[in-house]
């Protein structure tokens, strides 16, 4: 039997070599009859000009966000009725960052921008095609479209100086219709935010674009049908990277953190900044602004917040370079103490956007617990502690990683039982505690909410979950409209054809808007802007959109020169010389 | 033995020495600039630049690998970037996690296939051993998530039975890690992943058990055996002490992989553990943490293999000969 | 022996055995099933599956429950309900069809499986360009000698009102009847008939097509949020921007005009035209209000329902499932909400059409798991062929030379075992990019460990036999041995593990798939389970949980041939 088998082994080792074998002589007869017939081109009947070489769109892989891959398949879809040869790569998103940010080696690429509040204003958006932002390459700067337009240049740059907010949004405006109609990037749809509540146990939430649910207002808005107070679990699938708040350098982080500690300026669910912690925000002269506390201000410890402490922290962030801030700090030439209640910033260049990013993001830390803190050796012991005295609406944070997140009130805060801030009601606190869960992915966060675990979600949903939620009574789906980037779409502009204007208006006249929305979103999303219509003071209603119109985009492509052969394929115009990407 | 022991650790040292250097350098050619992440969060170069700096990243390579081992042998694993911690108490955290639940899960599935499939293997080519044998290739054919999937949508959210993943309800107090997971709160989170796990991971060993118990039943010394009249039981229990090597090397290679935990199955069951805090690390390019998980990963497997292969000497007396001589 | 020789031993093996030869026969039809499916079931699988649609709802107004659902197969372009219950279709040809609700039965549920067809519609009239109500009353506008005609239309028949000669009739977009003047809706103009006379304004923007008379002004809705108001007496135009989106309806009520439009947008328009905007708290469009209880129920294109009531408005709910909302009205005590257009097909259980139903975008299910069966396949056995050959070469070569090799080769496997294989495959999608390739590569590297180690100890056995030992003596070169003695000794066991590493790559494909690892463009039975769970369509759809019992039927299936083939492999388990 033995001696068989080794013969079986024999004979199948010969055999399957003499395949081997045979398999790669037929491959390679295959492949050369193959490349011999496919080889000689038919000469073109009509003078063209050189091929428009293949078009290779990164993106971000379906796992990171569906709709944003299939949304991006569709536009490939309908570029190659035009003519071109196109190729989707999907990456992880730190390496399309890499690749379109750094190294600058794409055609198109798309990815997008989150919501935070503070981007309301228009400053971060309108950025992203400036020169300035080009950057050098290799350092990932927020322009590499490589777009420059002088005249742009000189309305960001006006923006931001014009502290007028009527006449700032006239020039906002302009902007951006510049900005459509150049069309170096393009954001091709905002998403709905879709997030579930339970009804049963909690009414009247308010829905703030770019953070319906969990969102720094809700604690005083959400109302428990039980009445009194209850605790209010969210469910997410982040978490913050830390809570140590010269560390922490997520958005999810500082949502956490604005909790806990409280700025001097917040922004109302509209988005338009309200006096906080200060009574009043002063501006004495365009690079002069001068702040007064509220005089019945506590820290969690029942210290009294004065403006020693808020000097001591813009300085405490200034001197320990706090990266995460710098965009709001850098601009600060001093801050000084006038009285005890009274603070004056001086700045270096007028800032219109210093009330509603600087003043809103940096929270006030009690001087007294951090004066002599080393923020680099910082233990998780020593931060424990440090956390418990905040000057925020909630204190005592605990958390236990990848698990939950838990603050507790804080009852001696001067908006616990309610404010009034010019015509802005900010109704009582009518939550004890705020907890987070974190869970694997949404899909969990969805049977958590359906076995009643927590009450909310704190991060959207998807549109597959809306029909399944709707199955239960206790659930409540809302919807919001959102200004986030969801699909920034951005052109090479040092490669040709993407450094002609019509060809990027071509193209985004060839992307299937309708059915991106309809089919992909189901519905749950609108056209995209670069600011969104939600942001309705700054949107302007006025600029140009591109419809999905094929028609209209050959046209602008034939007459810009362009020609295609009988296969259909498209081509430069006759002497044209494609400009490619040099390196600096 | 003393020197066999020496030359053995002090290969384990070396060996664990090269795969430190080696994940080091992989990971900075793979990945360049861990700061990548924070374009999306509206930093510019400069402000990443600070924060490269903050991390030692300014430094030249050969200094930060010096660095890096000097550190790593005194015990310090450095910062992660993310979460801006030790990286030793995270992982020693999310391990625990982990094993908490793969240990026992591990431990009863040999338990049940060394038991089972001795008694499967006496039952041969009954019908009840036909039907357990085609159950237990069923449930080792799927994947694991699916199981998982599927169990979480019947037990736990259609019967509203069990909670749908986490480790406890919060809020919660826990002083330590053993205070944690002595509570009757925890038990009701455990029970389902645990016992999905059990199931899988018992599925194989059974069969492989089986499988090693029916080639020894049929060796000439048990025929003696019965010959001379032992009783069943007696037969049984020396038939399965010499078909056991088969699941011991098994068992090994499990127990290793319950230190890695496993990602789609963390991640259905909202499970806190090492394999998707290693995945959560490679994406936000922490490489400090990554490093770490799989330098710790790296050494358990290895000290288990040394205790397999001394359970093996153990076990078999033809191995300790061959070691020894 | 010849080839087929061998294979006939190979089926005379499986054939001995009943289990054996079901698990041959399945792997068989799966193959043929991935590979001649396709030229039989001819499905794109990437193709989205849509069709046109008229879907009625018959909905509870109080409790917002859906009491009855009826659809129809026709491409519609517009389309009124008439108060008398029964609606009006206008087709692509210029068709219009009334098409009468039947009747509700007890418990306020259609009868039974009311499937209405084409053949149930009844031609009212032809070269229609729009019906439209006004004020309780049902208008239809055709064409007629190139000119415009609008009749009236009651009881299944209509009544000629009046021929109007407007410019380009083929833009015409609406009408509003009301306060005896008809004002026409074109693309960007309206014109005004009263008395006989035609004033044609222009207003140089989109117009949606609707408009209501109200005080003695007639009001148009326009794009980006502006409102054309026509005062009908002195021929007046004024533009007005009451917010930023598109206006889709406009309606009168309690002496005020509610604007609605495109995401939600809601404002109000007092007589003086100053205005106010209403946050609504919904997101849809907003395409239809009927006049209910006093005030106005506003319906959203997927199914919000708002009431509207002296300036304010309060979300009453949602109605699931609905899309594309286009007309709805109230009849006997029921709100009828009539939905219409292309509509994906998307989530559908399984079917004639669609055996295993359709996915979250529409497509397929049983096209993607021909592919996905074929993927998977492949990717296992290419995964198995690197695998074995590493493996198997690593494992000879340790075994067979033993010392120092044997050692180096021992440590290498030992490192591999230390390597969890999910994060290692997301560590080479990062590097890489997650598709087919990372998912070979990663199995590959380190799957190759298991097969090393059992070849290995196959090897340590073989080689120690008299006959190696004979050879060794004489001096035959290794190749020699390794190639005459220990390769066809191993060889049984490196195809049996072949199989298994098979096994392990389907399942391991599977779970990297599942985390995203896996092919994007194309589908593996991974991808197709990641993609229900990711859109989160799984928990509606069970049939898209099916790839999931593929996986198990190959899988078990191998495992099965595996067992057959064990004892040969190895005949110390052969029976007895």
């Known amino acids: 039997m033995v001696s068989s088998l080794r013969s079986l082994g024999y004979a199948i080792s010969r055999t399957t070599a003499l395949l081997v074998v045979a398999l790669l002589i037929l491959g390679v007869l295959v492949a050369g009859i193959h490349y011999y017939i496919r080889a000689p081109p038919a000469a073109p009947p009509t003078p063209l000009g050189l091929p428009v070489q293949k078009i290779t769109i990164i993106t971000t892989t379906e796992g990171e966000d569906p709709v944003r891959w299939a949304a991006v398949q569709a536009i490939a879809a309908e570029w190659r009725k035009l003519g071109f040869e196109v190729e989707v790569i999907g990456l992880e998103a730190s390496m399309v960052d890499k690749k379109c940010y750094y190294e600058w080696d794409f055609d198109v690429c798309v990815f997008g921008w989150g919501a935070r509040v503070d981007r309301l204003d228009p400053n971060l958006f309108l950025g992203l095609i400036t020169t300035e932002e080009i950057g050098v390459k290799g350092e990932g700067a927020n322009n590499p479209t490589g777009y420059s337009n002088p005249e742009y240049d000189r309305l960001y740059d006006l923006q931001r100086r014009t502290l007028d907010i009527n006449e700032r949004r006239r020039i906002v405006f302009e902007m951006q219709r510049i900005f459509h109609e150049e069309a170096p990037r393009y954001n091709i749809y905002h998403k709905h935010a879709i997030v579930a509540y339970r009804s049963d146990k909690w009414a009247n939430p308010i829905i703030m674009p770019g953070a319906p649910l969990f969102n720094e207002w809700q604690p005083y808005f959400i109302t428990p049908t039980a009445g009194g107070m209850q605790e209010l679990i969210y469910g997410s699938n982040t978490e913050p990277d830390t809570l140590h708040p010269i560390k922490a350098s997520l958005i999810f982080s500082w949502y956490v953190l604005k909790l806990v500690y409280d700025p001097l300026v917040r922004l109302t669910p509209e988005g338009k900044p309200v006096p906080w912690l200060a009574e009043e925000v002063k501006v004495i002269d365009p690079t002069t602004v001068e702040v007064r506390l509220r005089s019945n201000l506590r820290f969690h410890d029942g210290k009294p917040i004065t403006a020693d402490d808020v000097v001591f922290t813009y300085k405490y962030y200034i001197k320990h370079e706090f990266a995460y801030f710098r965009p709001y700090w850098r601009n600060i030439e001093d801050v000084i103490k006038v009285d005890d209640l009274t603070v004056r910033f001086k700045l270096k260049t007028p800032d219109a956007t210093f009330m509603t990013n600087t003043l809103y993001m940096i929270p006030i830390l009690p001087k007294h617990v951090w004066e002599n803190v080393d923020p680099k050796a910082v233990t998780e012991e020593q931060l424990r502690e440090l956390l418990k005295v905040g000057s925020g609406p909630f204190k005592n944070p605990v958390w236990v990683r990848k698990e939950y997140i838990a603050v507790e009130v804080a009852p001696e805060h001067f908006a616990y039982r309610g404010v009034r801030i010019g015509d802005f009601e900010v109704p009582p606190i009518k939550v004890s505690r705020i907890i987070i869960r974190i869970y694997g992915d949404l899909d969990s966060i969805v049977s958590a909410l359906i076995r009643r675990e927590i009450d909310a979600t704190a991060v959207s949903i998807l549109p597959g979950h809306v029909d399944v939620l709707a199955r239960y009574d206790y659930i409540r789906v809302v919807k919001a409209r959102n200004f986030a980037l969801d699909a920034d779409l951005m052109f090479n502009v040092r490669r040709s054809p993407f450094d002609i204007k019509e060809i990027r208006q071509a193209l985004l006249y060839a992307i299937p808007y309708d059915h991106i929305i309809n089919v992909i979103l189901k519905g749950y999303g609108e056209k995209g802007y670069i600011i969104a219509p939600v942001n309705s003071f700054w949107h302007n209603p006025d600029v140009k959109t591109y419809e999905y119109n094929l028609e209209k985009a050959r046209e602008l492509l034939a007459k810009a020169g362009f020609k295609w052969d009988d296969k259909g394929r498209i081509y430069y115009p006759v002497g044209f010389t494609p400009r490619k990407q040099e390196d600096p | 033995m003393i020197a066999y022991v020496l030359r053995k650790l002090l290969f384990i040292f070396l060996l664990f020495l090269l795969i430190l250097t080696l994940q080091f350098f992989l990971f900075r050619l793979a990945i360049p600039d861990p700061t990548i992440i924070y374009i999306r969060e509206g930093l510019g170069p400069e402000e990443r630049e600070i924060i490269r700096r903050s991390f030692g990243l300014d430094r030249p390579l050969y200094e930060q690998y010096l660095r890096y081992i000097v550190n790593f042998l005194r015990g310090d694993m450095g910062y992660s970037f993310l979460y801006k911690e030790p990286v030793s108490s995270i992982i020693i955290d999310r391990l625990l996690n982990t094993l908490v639940l793969t240990i026992p899960a591990t431990l009863t599935a040999f338990l049940i296939a060394f038991y089972l499939g001795s008694y499967m293997a006496w039952l041969r080519s009954s019908l009840f051993e036909k039907a357990f044998v085609a159950t237990l290739s069923v449930v080792h054919s799927l994947p694991l998530f699916w199981i998982g999937m599927i169990a979480i949508a019947i037990i736990s959210v259609h019967l509203g039975l069990l909670p749908a993943g986490g480790m406890r309800t919060p809020p919660y107090e826990a002083e330590s890690f053993l205070d944690k997971i002595l509570s009757f709160d925890f038990l009701k989170h455990w029970i389902l992943p645990y016992t999905v796990l059990t199931i899988y991971t018992a599925s194989y060993p059974t069969l492989l058990m089986r499988g090693s118990m029916i080639s020894t039943l049929g060796e000439d010394f048990i025929t003696t055996l019965k010959a001379v009249g032992f009783s069943e039981r007696i037969v049984i229990a020396k038939a399965s002490r010499y078909s056991i090597l088969p699941l011991i090397t098994y068992m090994g290679i499990s127990m290793g992989l319950a230190f890695s935990g496993s990602v789609a199955f963390e991640t259905v069951f909202s499970w806190p553990g090492v394999g998707r805090e290693l995945v959560i690390a490679f994406y936000n390019l922490d490489y400090p943490l990554a490093q770490g998980v799989f330098a710790v990963m790296a050494l358990a497997i290895i000290v288990i293999n040394t205790l397999v292969d001394i359970a093996y000497s153990y076990l078999d007396p033809r191995i300790r000969r061959g070691t020894s001589g | 022996m010849s080839v087929l020789g061998y294979i006939r031993a190979f089926l005379g093996y499986v054939y001995e055995d009943k289990l054996g030869l079901a698990a041959f026969t399945v792997l068989t039809l799966l193959l043929v099933f991935s590979l001649a499916g396709p030229l039989v079931y001819r499905v794109d699988p990437h193709a989205v599956h849509k069709g046109y649609e008229v879907r009625i709802h018959v909905v509870d107004p109080e409790g917002l429950r859906v009491r009855g659902v009826l659809s129809l197969e026709m491409e519609a372009l517009g389309g009124v309900l008439t108060p008398d219950g029964s609606l009006l279709l206008l087709g692509f040809n210029g068709v219009l069809y009334e098409l009468p609700l039947p009747p509700l039965a007890r418990g306020l549920q259609f009868e039974g499986e009311v499937r209405l067809s084409s053949s149930s519609l009844r031609v009212v009239a032809e070269n229609v360009l729009l019906a439209s109500v006004s004020h309780g009353d049902v208008y239809v506008v055709s064409m007629a000698d190139g000119a415009i005609a609008l009749d009236r239309f009651e009881n299944s028949s209509i009544t000629r009102l009046s021929v109007l000669e407007v410019g380009d009739a083929r833009t015409l977009r609406g009408v509003v009847v009301g306060g005896g003047v008809v004002v026409l809706i074109l693309e960007s103009s309206i014109v005004l008939a009263s008395g006989g006379e035609l004033h044609s304004f222009d207003v140089g923007f989109g117009l949606s097509g609707s408009g209501v008379s109200c005080w003695d002004k007639v009001v148009v809705g326009g794009s980006r949020g502006r409102l054309v108001v026509l005062n009908v007496l002195t021929g007046e135009v004024n533009v007005i921007r009451v917010f930023v989106d598109d206006v889709l309806h406009v309606a009168c009520a309690n002496g005020v005009v509610y604007v609605f439009g495109r995401g939600g947008s809601m404002a109000v328009v007092y007589e003086n035209l100053s205005y106010k905007v209403v946050p609504t708290g919904v997101v849809d469009d907003l395409v239809v209000s009927i006049p209910f209880d006093g005030g106005l129920l506003t319906v959203g294109s997927m199914g919000s329902i708002l009431y509207v009531e002296g300036g304010g408005v309060r979300l009453a709910g949602y109605i699931s499932g609905l899309r594309g909302v286009r007309t709805a009205s109230l009849s006997s005590g029921q709100l009828v909400i009539v939905s219409f257009g292309e509509f994906v097909r998307d989530l559908r259980p399984p079917s004639l059409e669609h055996p295993l139903g359709t996915d979250y975008y529409g497509r397929d299910v049983l096209a993607q798991v021909m592919v996905g069966v074929r993927m998977s396949l492949f990717i296992a056995f290419v995964t198995a062929l690197i695998v074995t050959f590493i493996g198997a070469t690593l494992g000879i070569v340790a075994g067979y030379l033993r010392g120092r090799v044997d050692s180096a080769v021992n440590s290498l496997i030992n490192i591999m075992y230390s390597i969890p294989l999910e994060p290692f495959a997301v560590l080479l999608a990062i590097i890489m990019k997650p598709g087919m390739l990372t998912v070979i590569l990663a199995i590959s590297i380190l799957i190759w460990r298991t097969t090393a180690r059992i070849v290995r100890s196959q090897v340590l056995s073989v080689a120690s036999t008299p006959m190696v030992e004979a050879a060794k003596a004489i001096g035959a070169p290794h190749h020699r041995i390794?190639?005459?003695?220990?390769?066809?000794?191993?060889?049984?066991?490196?195809?049996?593990?072949?199989?298994?590493?098979?096994?392990?790559?389907?399942?391991?494909?599977?779970?990297?798939?599942?985390?995203?690892?896996?092919?994007?463009?194309?589908?593996?039975?991974?991808?197709?389970?990641?993609?229900?769970?990711?859109?989160?369509?799984?928990?509606?759809?069970?049939?898209?949980?099916?790839?999931?019992?593929?996986?198990?039927?190959?899988?078990?299936?191998?495992?099965?041939?595996?067992?057959?083939?064990?004892?040969?492999?190895?005949?110390?388990?052969?029976?007895t």
């Open chain 3, 482 to 575: 390794i190639a005459y003695y220990i390769v066809p000794a191993v060889l049984p066991v490196i195809l049996v593990d072949f199989a298994s590493t098979m096994v392990y790559a389907i399942l391991a494909e599977a779970t990297l798939s599942f985390i995203g690892v896996g092919p994007q463009d194309t589908f593996t039975l991974g991808t197709i389970l990641n993609h229900a769970r990711i859109t989160g369509a799984w928990r509606t759809g069970w049939w898209l949980l099916t790839p999931g019992i593929f996986i198990g039927l190959i899988t078990i299936s191998l495992y099965i041939l595996i067992r057959v083939f064990e004892p040969i492999a190895n005949p110390k388990l052969r029976r």
